[in-house]
T-cell receptor, first 114, second 116 residues
Framework: GENVEQHPSTLSVQEGDSAVIKCTYSDSASNYFPWYKQELGKGPQLIIDIRSNVGEKKDQRIAVTLNKTAKHFSLHITETQPEDSAVYFCAASVMGTGANNLFFGTGTRLTVIP | EAGVAQSPRYKIIEKRQSVAFWCNPISGHATLYWYQQILGQGPKLLIQFQNNGVVDDSQLPKDRFSAERLKGVDSTLKIQPAKLEDSAVYLC??????????????FGPGTRLTVT
């Protein structure tokens, strides 16, 4: 099955700096890569996703890049704000077959220091 | 638009007791998922429904876990009997149809289960 590794496990940045979280996956058939933000006591919230036919996607301060050859993808948050503090999860899945199991990484706890 | 609803939010039971969790997906979403999230880990899929049919239950411990979605809308996940290692947050998610047109899964707030 798919194995997703995520680094770092914790990340502290100063407000206004950038944060980068990296993930690798093992199944070359994976074609959908979402990122979720999880705040304490809440369910994961989808913040951005990318499909395998795209190399980069941006939404305001958040961007995701995908390198299919190397089987890794990254989340970039620019101009970080205290409200960005949360646990971030990457995930990978083979979509289009009907079974849409998301395989999650182990999470990155991001702390933005005011 | 209302999100995925789950209840209860918290549950504490003793081992060997039974427990049930309820989920109401986003209106119109045909696909419903149950995930288990152990503290410090990412969610892991237990079961996926497409309408009222099971698509994937390969990771569901069927000797103690069961789930149903009888009318293709609400779903119930049951554990009987519970073990200490079942302590986790149980997350429900839904997506529009699970096919190529809609991959996005939206999660509910989860039910935190503590087994003592």
């Amino acid at each position: 099955g798919e194995n997703v590794e995520q680094h770092p496990s914790t990340l502290s940045v100063q407000e206004g700096d950038s944060a980068v979280i990296k993930c690798t996956y093992s199944d070359s058939a994976s074609n959908y890569f979402p990122w979720y933000k999880q705040e304490l006591g809440k369910g994961p919230q989808l913040i951005i996703d990318i499909r395998s036919n795209v190399g980069e996607k941006k939404d305001q301060r958040i961007a995701v890049t995908l390198n299919k050859t190397a089987k890794h993808f990254s989340l970039h948050i620019t101009e970080t704000q205290p409200e960005d503090s949360a646990v971030y999860f990457c995930a990978a899945s083979v979509m289009g077959t009907g079974a849409n199991n998301l395989f999650f990484g182990t999470g990155t706890r991001l702390t933005v220091i005011p | 638009e209302a999100g995925v609803a789950q209840s209860p939010r918290y549950k504490i039971i003793e081992k060997r007791q039974s427990v049930a969790f309820w989920c109401n997906p986003i209106s119109g979403h045909a696909t419903l998922y149950w995930y288990q999230q152990i503290l410090g880990q990412g969610p892991k899929l237990l079961i996926q429904f497409q309408n009222n049919g099971v698509v994937d239950d390969s990771q569901l411990p069927k000797d103690r876990f069961s789930a149903e979605r009888l009318k293709g809308v609400d779903s119930t996940l049951k554990i009987q009997p519970a073990k200490l290692e079942d302590s986790a947050v149980y997350l429900c998610a839904s997506s529009l149809d699970g096919l190529a047109s809609s991959y996005e899964q939206y999660f509910g707030p989860g039910t935190r289960l503590t087994v003592t």
